[in-house]
């Protein structure tokens, strides 16, 4: 038992040097891919930020690693985490060694990700304008139909004469796509940006009407007879026990909507507003510059995935009676 015991730490002792090395080995790659080889022809020839990004990368990864290490508890998750380390270089030499070194991609479309990077440096204050523009719609067209959407689908499945009305409603307007309605809604609303929060709101209120519909009416009959029977009146029964019970679906229709709110919204200020990152990459493809173009999907990217990261976090504390038992 003793040997076996031996082996298996000296097992996990080589796994864990693996997963620690790898990035260093990524990481060298590209610098050197960068440095030795000779750039293609027809290059831009503005600064790179490249080389000062990936020096900050591997800096970042090795304060990860010391934090790691004086904290026990964060080593399980910087296991599992280093590969993907090592991934991000390989993807940063692939990139800049299909683009910047060999050119078997056409400027301007592909440009170099030191091109990309320096975007940052230098439009650091419209990117920054732009987002800013973006989450104010995005949070007021999610929040207004996320709130509609609770209202008509908690009415719907909790009332007959409700669902009776609103059901047939929903089947018509649901299926129709959120950018469709642009047209009607710049005529409509008196401002782009009342148009575009209508545009959001509409890819929101479908999903979160529906799955919540589905949720309150899928409560067993069982929770309401218990309630009845210690005295529970109607209002006691939709806030204490029918919307509680639904939570798991209401989040679902939660996560539906705002994913389908990142494409309304970057489809109306694309059309529509005079500000936004979906205006940025318009205005920027216009000029051709689609390292501006590239520069704003890499934000979208992180921006929209945090958004749903934070829905996630609250999902699990506002379900954490149910960890272990709900799974997705």
């Known amino acids: 038992m003793i040997n076996n015991a031996v082996v298996q730490i ?57 934090v790691s290490f004086a904290a026990p508890k964060l080593l399980s998750g910087f296991l599992q985490r280093a590969p993907i380390f090592a991934a991000v270089f390989l993807i940063l030499a692939l990139w800049d060694l299909v683009t910047l070194k060999l050119r078997l991609v056409p400027l301007p479309f592909f440009p170099e990700p030191g091109r990309v990077l320096a975007v940052y440096l230098s439009d650091w204050e419209m990117l920054g304008t732009s987002l800013l523009h973006s989450l104010r719609l ?93 005295g529970a009146d109607n209002r006691f029964l939709i806030f204490k026990v029918a919307i509680p019970a639904a939570l798991p679906l209401i989040f679902i229709g939660l996560f539906m909507g705002l994913t389908t709110s990142f494409l309304a919204l970057i489809v109306a200020e694309m059309l529509g507003v005079k500000a936004g990152l979906g205006w940025y990459i318009s205005w920027a493809q ?43």
């Open 138 to 230: 995005q949070f007021t067209g999610y929040f207004i139909g996320a709130a509609l959407g609770l209202l008509a689908g908690i009415g719907m499945g909790w009332s007959k004469k409700i669902g009776y009305w609103f059901t047939p409603l929903v089947k018509i307007l649901g299926p129709i796509p959120a950018t469709a309605w642009i047209p009607v809604a710049l005529t409509i609303f008196p401002t782009s940006f009342s148009a575009s929060v209508f545009l959001v709101a509409m890819a929101v209120w479908f999903p979160v009407t529906i799955m919540s519909s589905s949720g309150i009416a899928g409560v067993p009959n069982a929770y309401f007879d218990v309630a009845r029977t210690l």
């Open 10 to 66: 000296l097992q996990a002792e080589k796994k864990f040097n693996v997963k620690i090395i790898f990035p260093f080995v990524t990481f060298i790659i590209a610098w050197l891919l960068h440095h030795v080889l000779p750039d293609a022809g027809n290059v831009l020839t503005e600064p790179s930020a490249y080389p000062v990004f990936l020096t900050s990368l591997i800096l970042l990864y090795l304060f990860w690693v010391a």
């Open 286 to 328: 216009s000029w051709a510059e689609y390292d501006k173009v590239y520069a704003v999907l890499i934000i979208i990217s992180f921006v929209f995935s945090s958004l749903i990261t934070i829905l996630f976090k609250i999902r699990d504390r506002v379900l954490v009676w149910q960890k272990g038992v709900v799974k997705w």
